[in-house]
C-alpha cells in the first residue's frame, strides 16, 4: 500500500497538469498530430488554416485585427486576408517579447503556436 500512494501523487499530478489549458492561443485540433520520439510530445506534421491556424488567429488577433479593432484596417478574418500578410505574420509573432512591434499586443504567442504558424507558412499555407 505504501508504494501505491507514491504512483497515485504522480498520476495525479500528471493529470494537473495535462488539464491546465495555455490560454487561448491553444490549438483546437490535433487531428494531425504524430508522437515524436524522446520527449514523448506531439507536434503537427502538415497543420491547415482550418484545422489548427484558424484558432490560434481568431483568438489572439481577431479582437484587434477585426470589425471596431484598432487595427481593423489590416483585416485577419479569413484564409484570403491571414494568407496574404503571412510573411507579415511571421516577422511580427518572432519579435522579442520586449518589442513594441510584436503581436499579438497582448503578449507573445506561446512556441508551440508560433511554431504551428511557421510551418504552416513553410508548407505552402494550405486551407
Known sequence: ?????PICTALVIAFAIMSCSGGDD???????????????????TNPTYTAN???????????????????ASVPLQTYAQVSAKASLIKQRIELPAA???????????????????????TN????
Open 1 to 5: 500500500m505504501k508504494k501505491l500512494k
Open 26 to 44: 491553444s490549438p483546437t485540433d490535433t487531428t494531425t498530430t504524430t508522437t515524436t520520439g524522446g520527449s514523448g510530445g506531439t507536434t503537427v
Open 53 to 71: 491556424i484558424k484558432s490560434i488567429i481568431d483568438n489572439n488577433c481577431v479582437s484587434c485585427h477585426g470589425p471596431g479593432g484598432e487595427n
Open 99 to 121: 518589442n513594441a512591434s510584436v503581436m499579438p499586443k497582448g503578449g507573445k504567442l506561446s512556441q508551440t503556436n508560433i511554431d504551428l504558424i511557421n510551418a504552416w507558412i
Open 124 to 127: 505552402g499555407m494550405p486551407n
